[in-house]
């Protein structure tokens, strides 16, 4: 089952998942997959999946209908592939080696309740551009910019299904108005420290489909660390069974 470089990672509940150092997950993963809040009835795309670290996330309690996992990297698909063969879940999670703006009579238009994506940080250009090509499309908006994963989200939805993503503070205001440009409109948003005495390093934002304008809900800042360097209580709670520095 494992390729060479790769290995398993718990996930809790007896989940694992294949990762190997081209694809892995992050604490941002997490708490992407915990601010969505799928429920049993959803219908669910994760986009730019990766490994599959959040649609087998989601398997783990309380399961949503249906999940597609889309990662242009065939790699990465195979991997996910792999593990919801390993984890029995092949009749829950689709794994789709596709583009995700060229989706278009691969995945159906306007079924979903959820999609999620944790989409590149970095403008085009912008920063120390990654060496490797997995690690520039994941880092960098080098062939999906953030429009293009709200546009498809957007195409994704069903009315009033919702868009789950996670960013940096930089990029809030490009993501509120490309959400109101493709019909998806802001609805809860969080920010996230790493301790209570940093600057935000990332926003969690939630937008609905076809929504009425107003009433964003700003939830309480999550503070990931406390100033000794553990996890706050909050971040424990996410964490729940995950093994002790997953994904870190």
């Known amino acids: ?8 990672e718990p996930l809790g509940n007896g989940i694992e998942i294949i990762v190997s150092d081209e694809f892995h997950f992050t604490t941002d993963t997490i708490l992407l997959a915990d601010f969505a ?33 889309v990662e242009i990297f065939e790699e990465g698909a195979d991997m996910l592939r792999r593990s919801t063969e390993h984890n029995s879940l092949a009749q829950l999670i689709t794994p789709v080696a596709a583009d995700m703006r060229q989706l278009k009579g691969v995945v159906p238009f306007g079924a979903f309740d959820l999609v999620t994506c944790n989409p590149p940080y970095k403008l085009s250009g912008g920063g120390v551009q990654s060496r490797e090509e997995h ?32 960013q940096r503070p930089e990029r809030l205001t490009d993501a509120m108005e490309l959400m109101r440009k493709y019909d998806v409109e802001p609805k809860r948003l969080r920010l996230v420290q790493g301790k209570s005495s ?9 937008g609905k489909r076809g929504s009425k304008q107003g009433n964003l809900v700003v939830m309480p800042t999550l503070i ?11 971040m424990t709670d996410i964490y729940g069974s995950y093994r002790d520095g997953a994904g870190s």
């Open 198 to 206: 940093k600057a935000p390093k990332l926003f969690l934002l939630e």
């Open 37 to 69: 809040c799928h429920r049993r009835s959803d219908r669910v795309v994760d986009l730019g999946t990766g490994c599959g670290t959040i649609p087998l996330l989601m398997a783990r309690h309380n399961p949503p209908k249906e999940i597609f996992g």
């Open 224 to 234: 990931v660390e406390n100033e000794d360097g553990g996890f706050t209580r909050e």
């Open 135 to 166: 690690e520039l499309f994941a880092r960098h908006e080098h062939t999906c910019t953030l429009e293009d994963v709200i546009s498809t989200g957007s195409k994704l939805l069903q009315f009033s299904g919702r868009l789950c993503i996670c």
């Open 1 to 8: 089952m494992l390729k060479t470089g790769e290995r398993l």
